[in-house]
């Protein structure tokens, strides 16, 4: 079974037991936590996979580090490892968020921009591309991308907006050279 599809039923699994303790948003927040804990912290997925490292060890290092932790989550994080599938926790994260966003009706959007963008224009922006991709609205996080030179990417999902000045340049490139 493929590692993308592993992390799913694991994420479904603690879906369903949001959903049914009405814990949805607070344990989403608890596993966003979880994911910068390890994007910012690469040394901790090698940890967790070191073969020299007892099961014991591995989850005294998780209950540490993520003590405040609800008991789903937890529970979650210990299956994983004693399962020897530690390497799965920020997929199974990124598989959770996805399930609370579609029940939801929500999208994850990166959009970059020359300059930080005001919470109007990204409301502006929610509003207008949330119909295109059939969500009701889209969170956003906003990346300074100063090489745009100006106007804006939109990535949601794998669709791309391209709307930037950079990008405009390059399609007449591209057409001046067809032609």
């Known amino acids: 079974m493929s590692n993308i599809a592993v992390a799913k039923r694991y994420a479904i699994a603690l879906f369903e037991i949001a959903k ?4 949805l948003e607070s344990i989403e927040v608890e596993l966003r936590i979880v994911r910068t804990v390890f994007e910012e912290n690469k040394d901790l997925d090698t940890l967790l ?3 020299r490292i007892s099961v014991e060890k591995k989850k005294e290092i998780l209950k540490e580090a993520f003590s405040s932790a609800s ?20 997929a199974l994260v ?15 959007a990166k959009v970059y921009s020359v300059r930080p963008l005001d919470e109007a224009e990204k409301a502006a922006l929610s509003v207008s591309f949330a119909k295109k991709v059939g969500k ?6 906003n990346i300074t991308d100063p090489g745009l030179l100006g106007g804006m990417k939109l ?3 794998n669709r791309i907006f391209d709307g930037s000045l950079k990008g405009k340049l390059e399609r007449l490139e591209r057409e001046l050279i067809r032609n």
Request: hydrophobic share 35%; net charge negative; charged share 30%.
């Open 20 to 23: 049914e303790h009405n814990q």
């Open 49 to 51: 996979e070191t073969p």
């Open 71 to 90: 008991s789903y989550v937890m529970n979650t994080l210990m299956l994983l490892v004693d399962r020897h599938r530690a390497d799965q926790i920020t």
């Open 94 to 108: 990124d598989a959770f968020i996805e399930l609370a966003n579609d029940e939801r009706g929500i999208a994850e």
């Open 136 to 141: 009701s609205s889209l969170r956003i996080e």
């Open 155 to 157: 990535r949601i999902g």
